[in-house]
């Protein structure tokens, strides 16, 4: 019996997925971090510059590639050659690491939820230490461990019913929720004294962080080319994965714009919710990564009463976008499976293999789940305390202060950077424009821009991405 891969059902439940992939931490957290790290305004239009730029281009260029092909990551470069093989293992290896840190940080999420679940019900959700919560947790393995088993559960068994049945169908009901409750939040966060500080700073125009020598223009340059990769899901096949799952009939090219679009208004839109809440309550939203976990909660206790309502709402949204987000990278690891299989004249079991990488890629993240984010004396050890480097000075704290720091750097500071290089020179050079142009029009409708999309292909993505390598070895080297 011939075996079935697969098929989105229609193309608003594959833009739900392919939303649903692209909204997550990235978003909610991410954006308005780094955003608030650097500079706010100054931050936002290079970031929509590079969406523009490079984000939209390789879009494009993972859908057309995947569904040409109908493969995934592995299968998708060598249905062009064995000699790209390597290509596919840099994806799913940037997969592994990535989801394992994401599945613990998405565990942690929900345990916030549940916290505040229980707080409506009058009981205290977090274990009688209030803002200092946080802390707490980092030390608590057995709890943390319990929320990212349970995460990790979650993300399996929605792979585990397929491409319509389980990410499709859990997506187009997860996506339209997610954006509800987030312009409640926001309704409800404007409606605050104070708040529109947090909106001057996202939209008054101001560069000075290009001048602040701590900062400086490079140093927003690369955070936001950073942030927007890791935000679109792109350079590991994520979107390759995706798109390998969509029928002919559909407009590849008005999908690569809509994906872009609909990420870029969440982040703005989450900006807009975790801002202005940080400026009513008098916290702190400029000093990075604490904003979700630790500035957000002392919000919420601040709120009052209604407060637990807002944060368990909150969290409730974080945890759907990070769930959306960790299927479509099983997914991509769970697809280069099948397609094997098939490969070899085998019938693949979805179920099996989901669950085999599920528990794989869960022991690989357990360091991650146990180093207290490298705030010492942890269970585990950070890198740099294993490899006995005491030194925790600049340029080693990149990649030494903890396990997540290391995997992420590995991930989304090397392997997709280079995948991301390598796949637009090969469309830009190598393959040429027509691989895209092609499968753009295999639907009947016509390509446009060609020459914009050609020469993004062959020059400016090219050279954003050396740009961020370079930053990354810069930073690593001191
Ligand atoms: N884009 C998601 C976020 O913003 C995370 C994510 C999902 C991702 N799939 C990916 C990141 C593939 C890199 C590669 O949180």
């Known amino acids: 019996m011939e075996y079935k891969r697969g098929q989105w059902a229609s193309n608003f439940g594959f833009v739900m997925a392919a939303v649903g992939s692209a909204v997550g931490l990235g978003n909610i957290w991410g954006f308005p971090y780094k955003m608030g790290m650097t500079g706010g305004f100054a931050f936002l239009v290079i970031y929509l510059a590079l969406v523009v730029l490079v984000g939209v281009v390789v879009m494009l260029g993972e ?11 592995m299968g998708a470069y060598l249905s062009f050659s064995k000699k790209y093989a390597w290509m ?14 994401y599945s613990v940080l998405g565990g942690m999420v929900m345990r916030y939820m549940l916290g505040y679940l229980l707080q409506l019900f009058g009981v205290d959700g977090f274990a009688g230490q209030g803002t200092g919560f946080f802390g707490f947790m980092l030390y608590d393995y057995g709890g943390i461990l319990f929320c990212y088993l349970v995460f990790m559960a979650l993300t399996m068994l929605i792979v585990m019913g397929g491409v319509e049945k389980g990410i499709e169908k859990f997506s187009s009901v997860a996506m339209p929720a997610l954006f509800f409750i987030l312009l409640f939040v926001i309704i409800y966060v404007a409606c605050q004294p104070g708040a529109i500080d947090g909106y001057k700073f996202m939209f008054s125009p101001d560069f000075s962080v290009f001048s602040d020598p701590e ?8 955070t936001a080319a950073g942030q927007m990769f890791f ?16 029928s002919k009939q559909e407009n590849l090219q008005k999908n690569a714009l809509i994906i872009p679009l609909a990420d870029t208004i969440i982040a703005l839109l989450a900006g807009m919710a975790v801002m202005p809440a940080c400026a009513a309550f008098n916290v702190e939203y400029t000093k990075g990564p604490g904003l979700l976990f630790v500035s957000m909660q002392t919000v919420f206790e601040n709120m009052g009463s209604f407060g637990n309502f807002v944060g368990f709402m909150f969290y409730f949204l974080v945890f759907i976008a990070a769930l959306t987000s960790s299927i479509s990278i099983l997914e991509v690891v769970t697809t280069f499976q099948i397609d094997h299989a098939i490969s070899k004249g085998k019938t693949p079991d979805r179920k099996k293999i989901s669950c085999i990488y599920s528990v794989l890629i869960f022991v690989v993240g357990l360091p991650v789940a146990l180093d207290a984010l490298g705030s010492g004396g942890a269970f585990m050890k950070a890198p740099y305390e294993m490899l006995g480097i005491a030194y925790k000075g600049p340029g080693f704290a990149m990649w030494n202060d903890c396990w997540l720091d290391l995997y992420d750097l590995i991930s989304e500071g090397v ?34 821009a060609k020459k914009y999309y050609a020469f993004c292909f062959k020059y400016v993505v090219p050279v954003v991405m050396a740009i961020i390598f370079y930053a990354q070895l810069m930073d690593f080297f001191g």
């Open 63 to 73: 859908l057309a590639i995947g569904r040409k092909t109908g493969k995934g990551v």
């Open 88 to 101: 596919g293992f840099i994806g799913l290896l940037a997969g592994f690491l990535i989801l394992s840190f």
């Open 215 to 222: 900062i400086g223009f490079f140093e927003v340059f690369k």
């Open 231 to 246: 935000s679109l899901s792109l350079g590991m096949g994520c979107m390759m994965t995706y798109g390998s799952y969509l």
């Open 415 to 448: 392997l997709m950077p280079v995948g991301a290089f390598i796949m637009s020179v090969l469309i830009g050079w190598v393959w040429k424009i027509d691989v895209v142009k092609d499968e753009c029009e295999a639907g009947g409708k016509k390509f446009a």
